[in-house]
């Protein structure tokens, strides 16, 4: 980690900073204890999402939550800050138990959170939202010159890069998480939960912010690591937690383990997918040459029959863009799109006609309308043809004789068209939409992170369909964060940075270290 | 049928709720509940036919005149409601009912005075200018919508003030002010002829008017059009959510015109039938806010369209009705007190959902 | 005759400035507020019924009570309801402009309005509340730029996960927001049935309340520009109104509704010249927040 640039702290202000570190350091005295979370129990509707999990957590030490998505290690989590409030259980310090039913609770005991999801304000500064909720005040007002140089100590003290003035929405993604740290740190946090904190960070950034955090925690902070990447959670924590559908399943030492014995002891006795057979690439589905459209510049690539094209790159570099594009989202600003033999700029209907499927990301805005029924759900993208119109009207009929079929084939439980899509299980949700799809026999199936937040089987039945569907001789274009994803199933792999085409590797040529390299721009590979 | 009852009940508990309070209102103000209870008879007998004097021996005239009256009244809310109702099933917030019903009455009373032509096709003309001028009213807040980013609800009350300041502050009282003869105390624009007036569906004993067909006729197109057929379905999708709808190939800017054009024609064939039916003339001022009834027919018919019209209905009866109240100290508008109370109460959707998912617990959920 | 002007400007703007900024605080904690307009009739109707009973300037604060109390539903509705919040200011205006008319009925026998009472006194030829509205609008700014409450109301319309998440009750914050602009709004009711009038008269507020939307859209949701264009509709009437008797042959070529219209229209075609997308309206206006939301 780089010192802090010049922060340029007046003198007087430096003296000030010394007492606020005094007082942190008798603030962590005070907070030296064991938190330990207890019988948590917590459901959402009818889902449950934590059972009955106990986890103690002791000073100085760096416990990893890991366990598949959705397998309650958030949730857990956002209990302890006060976001959620437990159905039963309690939280207890140095045995006693204790209340935290806000997030102002659960600062005041020292305890802070970063989410995975941000939680900055765009049009504010940083030092703005670091001070937030404990504003230095001046007879009254808000005293930003003294926040300002309040959060400039703070980063220097904890060597952090950024600068206070700066409005937040201006950052990169990499300096956006630091703003979160340091909003928890400022508050002087004796434990700091990290909510999959390198989901949107380059191998690189992720580095550097576990060399931060091990710093911090060898001064006596108390490290909570929420992630399902099994190699940074064996290299950072002192301790592990397993945890698998809402339960907690083993606490291991990361010196007596491995990935493959965390794997399973995650995954339970399922069988992991089989590497994917090597692909016989046929004829060109899709050719991108110079293409530019918002922030994608000059991409040229191609997607074959029969292969599956891995996009990977960090969060926000046009990957979104480049699905966008290839579903007719997004009109072509210059250069050439080729399509299933068709060129030019697609809409969404024109690109359904010519054989492009589209798992979208954010299945609930995208993809279904929870309000309509399955059958309805079923029918959007073709309701205009057979077999659910019949010219202008709607067959119903036909309507409910594909859903069944399609349900059958696909396993969305309860088999029942007529209830509303809200009520089926998001794994269930995101069957029958693949299913949905792949029903319209595609040529090219764009799938943007098609296994996100899904239980185990339905992530396996989401990838096995991807890989059949390669196997019938179909095109998929698979953009995810999640690089762990892309190597697993993809043939080959292009990297995007800030647009642009940053590396292009063979599977033979797969090397995660030379594609995290790509993600971040440094251009070596 | 559970899961039209669990629609229903929010609009049916909040009605009967704020019909409740409203008689404890009167109860407490005007001192006894027998009060209150002969004021509530009075509204009813006032809305749905005066029953107790019909089996006294009185001629069907005491029923057929307050229904007359309340299905007039209905006719207007149901035009207005299902004006707000349909541009609600694509996700618009159509504010603008009150002006495009302006412009719509004053597209009637311009057309229904200007030309003299046989009664048929005199008011099928009048209708259609009423339409035309409610339907490009909403044109503009569409566009605005689509190309500008604008939302209808700020665009749709300003165009309201814009079509109220200029149609009563300006052309009513201006240059299409009738000639006045003499007795200068006429303000409004002119008379319209007789042939452009909407049929009596029942001679000289009621005011009852084709009005309320046309209204009934509307709800049935459009629940039809929004069940039936897939672009019913379209706008269905898109109200719900517009993203997804667009990514299955759906045109959601066109839609979103479209659906505006009929949300404004409809409101300006509710300022049609206001001015057909009853008024005859663009009067001084309209004086009521339509628009906003609809506001309140759509959300507590939930947005259906037979919801609307059932809404509709009672409010159009209880309104009628109210007038009577007026003999026990209670001012003719009381039954909008009660239709605001019963859309501030069906408004409050997350206290219904509580409730109806305990009374009627919710199918499925794995 | 520009002292005339500046006189009846100053006598017409408080309402719409007081409103104007109220509808201000509550969108820039994230809540829509088309139930000015309610919330106005509510204090122009709570000050003059209570000045038939006590001192005016009391009458006044029981205005402001009213609009705040009426404001109080709206932001449960909202807050805590979950409600539309658009549904719930027009649900708003309608109760409160049906609830007027049954009060007056039932209270003073009289479906025009109230007895008279007592006008507010007044200071340099205007009412206190004319003055309080000259100075209101900065002390709002500095409130909103240079307090903490003003950096957790601009976060809260913008991110209140963020709030949320450093320990700041999102609820509360809202909440108070929302009342302080009925109360707001309430004061601007009670000013014009207490000062510009001297009485509650049942067309009141005859849209005021919508101009102030109106307003507050013209000043992009800042409670300076809210005022400033509250102060240009009201300067823009006066001057109509000047002139319709001062020079009565203008009317002839430009007509009195025209002018009336412009406010409203000028509001549109400024909207519709922006470019799209450069609102400047809260980013989260009209969400509701569910802290558990996934």
Known sequence: MKEAIACGVAPAVKSKTREIDSARVRAGDRFDMTIALRHISKRFGTQVALDDVSLELERGERVALVGE?????????????????????????????????TPADALTRGIGMVHQHFTLVGTLSVAENVVLGKEPTRFGTFDLPRAVSEVQATCRRFGFDLDPRARVDTLTVGSQQKVEIVKALHRGVSTLILDEPTAVLTPQEADELFAVTRKLSDEGLTVVLISHKLREVLTFATRIAVMR??????????????????????????????????????????????????????VSLDVRAGEILGIAGVDGNGQRELAEVLTGLRSVDAGVLRVAGRTGSLTPRIAREIGVAHIPEDRLKHAVVTDFTVGENVSLGRHRHAPFANGARIDFAGRLDRTRTLMESHDVRPREPQLRLGA???????????????????????????????????????????????????????VSLDLEEVLALADRVVVLYEGKVSGAFMRAQFDERLIGKCMLGVRDA | MLESLRAALPSIGSILTSLLGCFVAVAVLRGGVDVAIDAFLAMC???????????????????????????????????????????????????????????????????????????????????????????????????????????????????????????????????????????????????????????????????????????????????????????????????????????????????????????????????????????????????????????????????????????SLLFGGLRAGGTRMQLFGVHKSFPELIQGLALLLVAARLVWMKLSNRLLPPKGGA | MLLALLDSVLDAAPALV??????????????????????????????????????????????????????????????????????????INLVMLALGQFLLEAAFSSP?????????????????????????????????????????????????????????????????????????????????????????ENHMPAGLGFMAVAAM??????????????????????????????????????????????????????????????????AALGQAYDPELR
């Open chain 2, 45 to 311: 007998w006032g809305a749905f036919g005066d029953f107790p004097k019909f089996f006294d021996g009185g001629a069907s005239a005491v029923l057929l005149r307050p229904l007359g009256e309340s299905a007039t009244k209905a006719a207007l809310l149901t035009l207005t409601g299902l004006s707000v109702a349909v541009a609600f099933r694509v996700g618009l917030f159509n504010i603008g009912a009150q002006g495009q019903l302006i412009v719509g009455a004053l597209a009637a009373a311009v057309v229904g005075a200007a030309v003299e032509l046989p009664s048929p096709l005199h008011v099928t003309l009048c209708l259609l200018a009423s339409a035309t001028a409610g339907a490009l009213y909403a044109l503009g807040p569409a566009l605005l919508k689509r190309y500008r980013g604008v939302h209808e609800v700020i665009s749709t009350i300003m165009l309201n003030w814009v079509a109220l300041m200029l149609v009563e502050n300006w052309l009513v009282t201006g240059p299409l002010r009738a000639v006045t003869t003499g007795d200068n105390s006429i303000a409004g624009t002119a008379q319209i002829h007789e042939s452009a007036e909407l049929p009596r569906l029942a001679g000289e004993v009621s005011r009852l008017n084709a009005g309320i067909l046309l209204a009934i006729a509307a709800a049935i197109v459009l629940w039809l059009w929004l069940s039936r057929f897939v672009g019913g379905f379209e706008w269905r999708a898109i109200g719900a959510t517009p993203a997804a709808a667009q990514a299955s190939g759906m045109n959601v800017g066109r839609s979103f015109i479209s659906a505006m054009l009929v949300s404004g024609a409809l409101a300006g064939l509710g300022g049609a039938v206001l001015i057909l039916g009853t008024e005859q003339r663009y009067p001084a001022t309209i004086g009521a806010p339509y628009g906003f009834d609809g506001i309140a027919m759509a959300l507590i018919g939930n947005g259906h369209p037979l919801g609307v019209l059932a809404s």
């Open chain 3, 112 to 200: 025009a309005g109230t007895p008279p009472i007592e006008q507010l006194p007044k200071w340099l030829g205007h009412s206190p509340l004319t003055w309080l509205a000259i100075v209101l609008p900065f002390v709002v700014h500095f409130a909103v730029t240079r307090t903490p409450w003003g950096l957790r109301l601009r976060a809260v319309g913008e991110k209140p996960q963020a709030v949320a998440a450093m320990g700041v009750r999102v609820t509360r914050l809202r909440f108070g927001a929302v009342v302080l602009s009925g109360a707001l709004a309430g004061l601007g009711g009670a000013q014009l049935s207490t000062a510009v009038l001297d009485r509650f």
């Open chain 1, 424 to 478: 089926l299980s998001g794994g269930n949700q995101q069957k029958l939409v693949v299913g949905r799809e792949l029903d319209a026999n595609p040529k090219l199936l764009v799938a943007v992170q098609p296994t996100r937040g899904l239980d185990l089987a339905a992530v396996d039945a989401v990838r096995s369909r991807l890989l059949d569907f390669r196997a019938k001789g179909g095109a998929v274009v698979l």
């Open chain 3, 18 to 91: 007081f409103a104007a900024i109220g509808a201000t605080l509550s969108e820039r904690a994230g809540v829509v507020n088309v139930g000015v307009e309610g919330m106005m009739r509510a204090g122009a109707f709570g000050a003059a019924a209570a000045s038939i009973l006590m001192p005016t300037p009391l009458g006044v604060l029981v205005g402001v009570a009213a609009g705040a109390l009426v404001a109080a539903l709206h932001a449960w509705l909202c807050i805590h309801g979950r409600s539309d919040q658009v549904v719930s200011g027009m649900a």
């Open chain 3, 217 to 282: 859209v013209f000043g992009r949701w800042t409670p300076l520009g809210a005022a400033g264009a509250a102060l240009f509709f009201a300067f823009g009437n006066a001057l109509r109104i000047s002139l319709s008797s001062s020079a009565p042959g203008l009317l002839e070529v430009i007509p009195q509704g025209v002018l009336l219209a412009l406010p409203y229209a000028l509001t549109l075609v400024v909207l519709a010249l922006q470019k799209p997308g450069a609102s400047r309206a809260p």
């Open chain 1, 245 to 298: 559908r809402g339960k907690k399943v083993a606490e291991v030492k990361p010196s007596e383990s491995t990935p493959e014995s965390l794997a399973e002891l995650m995954v339970g006795t399922r069988t992991p997918p089989p590497a994917p057979p090597q692909a016989m690439p046929g004829e060109l589905v899709v050719t991108l040459e110079q293409l530019s459209a918002g922030p994608l510049r000059d």
């Open chain 1, 69 to 101: 998505n959705g397998a309650g290690k958030s949730s857990l989590m956002n209990v302890l800050y006060g976001l959620y409030a437990a159905d039963a259980g309690d939280v207890a310090i140095d045995g006693a138990p204790i209340r935290i039913r």
